[in-house]
């Protein structure tokens, strides 16, 4: 009874999330729901790849919180469209949050559009909001076991980025046993290490955004 | 409707988290429900404490992963018995978990019980288990916005502890507003900084962790 609820709380999610996407698609809008622990650095990566790829590309966030404003308010004063969502203690964005988020933004020409889900490794990852990829933090403090205790989430990910490659020196944190067991569960995972606090890494990163964006639009 | 089946689960955990304390009562088990994001420094904890008060206590841990027994096996090598619960994809533990997980342990002269949860900043405050008293572990590397953004684990906690203190020099963690919001959600909070890594300030939390169990078994 209980898997049958929740099997079909996910079955309308799916549904919603794939008219999320067809509304996308028409509108040619590149879409990432971006996920990790939290702290991880979320909001830190949004506002970096916003200050690279501004303008390039028109760029528009949807902040996932439970409550306040801050991650929105960050955004903001970047001179970018921003729509808070708060999910009211749910530990997740789902697709009908994103569906009733959108009038507020203004999709006409926005290449990118940036859904920072709540900080959570576990719940996200099961919830589909018609993104075209899912991507995923794992910061270097919270330890390389990280895959085999939360796989769901490295499996469902098209990329992990390892963040705070600076504090490297500072906190005992396997790098090849990240990579390692993120790959056993999901051999095409995409891995950037960067810092977006020292900057190192991130050009790979801003590249490969880049290069999915232009071969969304033009295919 | 949805509400409603929300409400019929936390008040059939309500109940199952009673009966487990009518027993820890009886058997005078102080317990501990140890929640955080992942890689905060749960399972490092529990390892100092059962260093530092094994002599004194009779200790048993039970460790709540979605997957694997990575944390079990940590906490076996120190002799202490220890309990893998394995949630299956579930985002945090509950009464019934731990109600299955007891005829595992011999619960007969144990003192201090910890049941580790999974690593969540969310969902885990929503669930009794049955615990004496909740205990939430705020990573500096996090930052301080984290109250804040997750209220209700800082208002549900009597305890906060601020760990990896050694990383103060390299993340920007405005110490004085992470204890400041807390303690505007719940100002019973009581705060320990610490670092598991460098054993500073863990002296304060072992000797508050032995009044609490000596005040429960001689009330």
Same mark, same amino acid.
């Given at each position: ?17 794939? +008219?999320?996407?067809?509304?996308f ?42 409550? +306040? ?12 469209p921003a729509?808070q ?25 926005i +290449?990118l ?33 990280k ?11 098209a990329?992990?980025i ?7 020196p500072?906190? +005992?944190?396997d790098?090849?046993?990240a ?32 290069d ?8």
């Open positions: 009874m209980k898997v049958a609820v929740v099997k079909n709380v996910l079955d309308a999610n799916e549904r919603i999330a794939q +008219d999320n996407r067809t509304l698609d028409k509108q040619k809008i590149f879409v990432i729901n971006l996920m990790s622990s939290p702290g991880a650095g979320k909001t830190s990566l949004v506002e970096k790849t916003i200050s690279a790829l501004k303008d390039r590309y028109r760029i528009a966030v949807i902040e996932g919180d439970i409550q +306040d404003t801050q991650d929105a308010d960050r955004i903001s004063a970047l001179g970018i729509v969502i708060n999910t009211g203690g749910a530990c997740h964005i789902d697709g009908n949050m994103i569906r009733e988020a959108l009038p507020s933004l203004e999709l006409e020409g +290449d559009l940036i859904a920072e889900n709540v900080g959570n490794l576990v719940c996200p990852a099961e919830f589909k909001i018609g993104e075209n990829a899912k991507v995923m933090i794992l910061s270097t403090p919270e330890g390389a076991d895959p085999a205790k939360y796989p769901l989430m490295f499996q469902e990910s990329v992990m390892i963040n705070k490659m600076d504090l490297m500072y906190v +005992d944190f790098l090849e046993r990579k390692r067991t993120a790959l056993a569960i999901n051999p095409n995972l995409k891995i950037f290490e960067l810092s977006c606090k020292n900057g190192e890494g991130l050009e790979a990163w801003y590249s490969w955004l880049s999915q964006i232009e071969s969304f639009r033009t295919p």
